[in-house]
């Protein structure tokens, strides 16, 4: 993702996750799914992707890195936390040929309006200061890049 953009991603994504011989052929073709496939998502459709360095007020969760051979994926679902609260409320992705992504959950991140453009949020409807600009100081210590 670019930098200041954002996506949403209609499909299911993310766990909990069903073998394919657990799945419907025809439930996997009306997803556009055809060949066979270790799993298929039963995630919450909807998720917003941003790029890593656009993310505030969050950490990693170490034990969540997945199964990426240098970096994290998705694979043990959230694994970056609220600062604040400590809830999972994204997921990183950052291993080699995978592209580099935070996916915020439609369940926990919603899209408000804000002049004309659009700003995420996970607050549960509390204030959210934004800073300005964007912060790329890799020696702040709520960046999230490792």
């Known amino acids: 993702m670019e930098s200041g953009t954002f996506a949403v991603d209609p499909e299911p994504w993310g766990g909990p996750w069903r073998l394919?011989?657990?799945?419907?052929?025809?439930?996997?073709?009306?997803?556009?799914?055809?060949?066979?496939?270790?799993?298929?998502?039963?995630g919450v459709p909807g998720a917003s992707v941003i790029a890593p360095g656009d993310i505030r007020g969050t950490r990693l969760i170490p034990e969540k890195r997945g199964g990426a051979c240098c970096g994290v994926d998705e694979v043990d679902g959230p694994n970056m936390a609220c600062e604040a609260c400590a809830l999972p409320v994204a997921t990183r992705v950052d291993g080699c040929s995978l592209w580099q992504m935070v996916r915020l959950g439609s369940d926990v991140a919603h899209r408000v309006p804000v002049d004309g453009i659009h700003l995420l949020i996970a607050s549960q409807g509390q204030p959210v200061k934004v800073p300005d600009g964007l912060d790329l100081d890799p020696c702040r210590p709520d960046h999230t890049d490792i």
Not at 25 to 37: D, L, N, Q, S, T
């Open 20 to 42: 394919w011989d657990e799945i419907d052929p025809g439930e996997a073709e009306a997803r556009g799914i055809y060949p066979p496939v270790h799993a298929l998502s039963d």
